[in-house]
T-cell receptor, first 114, second 111 residues
């Protein structure tokens, strides 16, 4: 399967700071990238869908001004959690897709906001 | 009604038994169906995809699709303790860009 990386794998930050998470497709060009959030013992929740060079499409209830998504190239998308608070602590996972192929997930980034 | 429904479990089977995981979906026009495995603290990994009615086998895994009943299942033969994980069912209506996930079924295989 395709390889998707995320960086960092985990981050601890103080409340009020911003955190940037990178998602890269390593061996294919991703036409679309997805950002998910998963709280403990809960399922994946899609946050937003991003296409290279265009604005992300956010799911209902996800604040676009708080979760900034940039999809600058076919291999890189970034998610910035602005002014993070403890309730933003979660497991953030990206996935990538090329054309109509299956979604492949990155290893995830665990965020802890103190 | 949720778009993709799974029993949350936990489902417990003894080692060597067959584990049967079920998933139903609401949109009759759905085209693509996937099973992902997620170990605790890890991200999901793709196990199987299935697109047409019937069975699809890959090693110890068999996916079964019945579009008339809007039902997809995953059978794991000769279950191993290493199969203990949460299994996510995902369904796509159009082009895999619109994938919707079930809540997952937690499987425990006891030695």
């Amino acid at each position: 399967g395709a390889v998707v990386s995320q960086h960092p794998s985990w981050v601890i930050c103080k409340s009020g700071t911003s955190v940037k998470i990178e998602c890269r497709s390593l061996d294919f060009q991703a036409t679309t990238m997805f950002w998910y959030r998963q709280f403990p013992k809960q399922s994946l929740m899609l946050m937003a869908t991003s296409n290279e060079g265009s604005k992300a499409t956010y799911e209902q209830g996800v604040e676009k001004d708080k979760f900034l998504i940039n999809h600058a190239s076919l291999t890189l998308s970034t998610l910035t959690v602005t002014s993070a608070h403890p309730e933003d602590s979660s497991f953030y996972i990206c996935s990538s897709i090329s054309g109509q192929e299956t979604q492949y997930f990155g290893p995830g980034t665990r965020l802890l906001v103190l | 009604q949720k778009e993709v429904e799974q029993n949350s479990g936990p489902l417990s089977v003894p080692e060597g038994a067959i584990a049967s995981l079920n998933c139903t979906y609401s949109d009759r026009g759905s085209q693509s169906f996937f099973w992902y495995r997620q170990y605790s603290g890890k991200s999901p990994e793709l196990i199987m995809s299935i697109y047409s009615n019937g069975d699809k086998e890959d090693g110890r895994f068999t996916a079964q699709l019945n579009k008339a009943s809007q039902y997809v299942s995953l059978l794991i033969r000769d279950s191993q303790p290493s199969d203990s994980a949460t299994y996510l069912c995902a369904v796509s209506l159009y082009n895999n860009n619109d994938m919707r996930f079930g809540a997952g079924t937690r499987l425990t295989v006891k030695p």
